[in-house]
């Protein structure tokens, strides 16, 4: 859960996929739409890095992101994350067919950001 400094509950963020043996893990994040652009995420996201890649010693994080979320995927290229493939046509939202972006960070990439 992702509060902010007033206690209000603001989003949450949540880890899946992890691989130790591959050093390889995915996450997902969700924003209350009244809360977004506001740093909540970015935050939230370099906090996850942070403990994944210097503490658990994992080498790369994954992340989709649908493809009207253009908050989010600016938010990820800032972070240093390279997008590494599209799945056409995943989503299905707001009458409209949407793609899946794929994005991807290296430890390395992350510690050159």
Known sequence: MI???QGVLV????????NARAGTF??????VAEHQKQGYAHAA???????YFDELRYQ???????S???ASIALHEKL???REGTLRRMVFNRGKHFD?????VTLEEWQRS
Request: aromatic share 14%.
């Open 68 to 70: 009207y979320n253009l």
């Open 80 to 82: 240093g994350f390279q």
């Open 3 to 5: 509060e902010n400094t």
């Open 26 to 31: 995915s996450y997902g994040i969700n924003i």
């Open 100 to 104: 899946v972006h794929w994005f991807g």
């Open 60 to 66: 790369k994080a994954t992340v989709s992101v649908h």
């Open 45 to 51: 996201i370099k906090l996850v890095l942070r403990y």
């Open 11 to 18: 989003g949450s963020i949540s880890t899946h996929d992890c």
